[in-house]
T-cell receptor, first 108, second 116 residues
Framework: QKEVEQNSGPLSVPEGAIASLNCTYS??????FFWYRQYSGKSPELIMS????GDKEDGRFTAQLNKASQYVSLLIRDSQPSDSATYLC????????FGTGTQLKVEL | KAGVTQTPRYLIKTRGQQVTLSCSPI?????VSWYQQTPGQGLQFLFE???????NKGNFPGRFSGRQFSNSRSEMNVSTLELGDSALYLC???????????????FGNGTRLTVT
């Protein structure tokens, strides 16, 4: 069965710290990887996409992809209370399949 | 550019009834996908439509169906509603179909369906 796995958390980090969110997937043939952020009561919002092995940076966010290990991660630098949300990893399997999400709490 | 628009935002139905949900994609987007989100199961893929054709279907019973019109707008229908169908139904659009490289989904605000 094709799957996307995430630790459900909650992951608690102090304000200003680096939050590290991880995701593994089952299909070696996957080509597209996305991170979405979902605030409570809202719909998912795309924050990062990555297609090649290595790192991709966008502001405070860095996505990392390792296709050999079937692993994708999201780093959030200088975490802010407004980053508190559920982060969803999505992989094309080939339909876009979502993990159950990791709840991030950024504490003052 | 307007985002993905879903109507209605909230629905309350009773068991056995049927319901139709509507989705207007971002202008220029040809693919519309539907997902069901529940606290226990997370986001579950229902189906995808591209150029009025169903491209892919998730593991849901035949009570769940959909269609796409020539203007890319899509509707989803659920017949013979069950209590377990209570969920947030999310529509998402993308430029190309989901199997295409570099074609992320953009979600609407969802329709919250409650079945009593």
């Amino acid at each position: 069965q094709k799957e996307v796995e995430q630790n459900s958390g909650p992951l608690s980090v102090p304000e200003g710290a680096i939050a590290s969110l991880n995701c593994t997937y089952s299909d070696r043939g996957s080509q597209s990887f996305f991170w979405y952020r979902q605030y409570s009561g809202k719909s998912p919002e795309l924050i990062m996409s990555i297609y090649s092995n290595g790192d991709k940076e966008d502001g405070r966010f860095t996505a990392q992809l390792n296709k050999a290990s079937q692993y994708v991660s999201l780093l959030i630098r200088d975490s802010q209370p407004s980053d508190s949300a559920t982060y969803l990893c999505a992989v094309n399997l080939p339909e876009l399949t979502f993990g159950t999400g990791t709840q991030l709490k950024v504490e003052l | 550019k307007a985002g993905v628009t879903q109507t209605p935002r909230y629905l309350i139905k009773t068991r056995g009834q049927q319901v139709t949900l509507s989705c207007s994609p971002i202008s220029g987007h040809r693919s519309v996908s539907w997902y069901q989100q529940t606290p226990g199961q997370g986001l579950q893929f229902l189906f995808e439509y591209f150029s009025e054709t169903q491209r892919n279907k998730g593991n849901f019973p035949g009570r769940f169906s959909g269609r796409q019109f020539s203007n890319s707008r899509s509707e989803m229908n659920v017949s013979t509603l069950e209590l377990g169908d209570s969920a947030l139904y999310l529509c998402a659009s993308s430029l190309q179909d989901q199997s295409s490289y570099n074609s992320p989904l953009h979600f609407g605000n969802g329709t919250r369906l409650t079945v009593t």
